[in-house]
């Protein structure tokens, strides 16, 4: 079992649709929680950054961490044509420096 | 520079071929990480250096792989008698310092035929 699983996808939704992605993981460990973004060929974006558990907003994004349960989930709200891409969720503990990273959810918004 | 560079951005190189990845970080970065990312695949740690040492080559498939940071900015990925698994997108990363939020280059492409 990977130490942070994530549903592939593809996901495709209407532009101006509210998107929700999400993920699991298994490391009790985990404290630090990110969001990436990734457009192909490109190498993958900071999205969202947050400590523990809580909510995060950011504009059109909010970046939700529940520790109790061990899902990370990342919301798009009024969803645009540009959002399209791959959404990786990342993980990391602070005593280990290596990001885990989630399989990445394809997006597509259509216009 | 404003971000992470990576050069060359696409290499094809020959089944045991030797092949050298760089990657030149964020000027003042002292963290700087190595992923490899296959296709369909989130990134997977390979090395992670704080300063000139490397903290944690855990990630590192085996004896064929190598990094350097000789000076604490430019690094070098080093694989040797390259194999046709090898193929996938090496990714860089650098950062202000432990537990910050990483950025990353664009990767490099290598294909090995």
């Known amino acids: 079992q990977k130490e942070v699983e994530q549903d592939p996808g593809p996901l495709s939704v209407p532009e101006g649709a509210i998107v929700s992605l999400n993920c699991t993981y298994s490391?009790?460990?985990?404290?630090?929680f990110m969001w990436y973004r990734q457009y192909s060929r490109k190498g993958p974006e900071l999205l969202m950054y947050t400590y523990s558990s809580g909510n995060k907003e950011d504009g059109r994004f909010t970046a939700q961490v529940d520790k109790s349960s061990k899902y990370i989930s990342l919301f798009i709200r009024d969803s645009q044509p540009s959002d399209s891409a791959t959404y990786l969720c990342a993980a990391f503990s602070g005593s280990a420096r290596q990001l885990t990273f989630g399989s990445g959810t394809q997006l597509t918004v259509l216009p | 520079g404003a971000g992470v560079s990576q050069t060359p951005s696409n290499k094809v190189t020959e089944k045991g071929k030797y092949v050298e990845l760089r990657c030149d970080p964020i000027?003042?970065?002292?963290?700087l990480y190595w992923y490899r990312q296959s296709l369909g695949q989130g990134p997977e740690f390979l090395i992670y250096f704080q300063g000139t040492g490397a903290a944690d080559d855990s990630g590192l498939p085996n004896d064929r792989f190598f990094a350097v940071r000789p000076e604490g900015s430019v690094s070098t990925l080093k694989i040797q008698r390259t194999e046709r698994g090898d193929s996938a997108v090496y990714l860089c990363?650098?950062?202000?310092?432990?537990?910050?939020?990483?950025?990353f280059g664009s990767g490099t492409r290598l294909t090995v035929v």
């Open positions: 990363a650098s950062s202000p310092g432990v537990g910050d939020g990483y950025t």
């Open positions: 000027s003042g970065h002292t963290a």
């Open positions: 490391n009790s460990a985990f404290q630090y």
